[in-house]
């Protein structure tokens, strides 16, 4: 069969044997699209896989005779987080309790929170 012997409908528009090549052509595009996203994808995990192996060599070679630059390096890598917040330790005078919380090195966000 033919496709240029007739229209078809399709969606509500009128589709010809031009309009089928079009479409047949954006999926190959596509398709090729998501190769090469594929493609992407398996390197990415190749790159995660191998930085994770290296943080664990990294993680055997620190120890307690470690210097204190590797361990709190070694530290930060595995608690990634704000660079600029950090734990306070207190103690309450009159009821002798005693704990962390968290102070912003930041003043001007120290107060906006303190208003909050």
Known sequence: MKLSTF????????MNETSLLTLQKE???????????KHQLKEA???????AAES???Q?????????????????????????VYAKRFENAKTGKSGYQPVCRNKLWQLHSTFI
């Open 7 to 14: 229209t078809l409908k399709f969606l509500g528009t009128k």
């Open 27 to 37: 999926i190959a595009e596509l398709e090729q699209l998501l190769a090469d996203k």
């Open 45 to 51: 995990q190749t790159v995660l896989a191998k930085q």
């Open 56 to 58: 664990i060599a990294t």
């Open 60 to 84: 055997n070679r620190i120890n307690n005779y470690s210097p204190p630059e590797a361990k709190i390096a070694l530290f930060r890598s595995l608690f990634k987080g704000r660079e600029d």
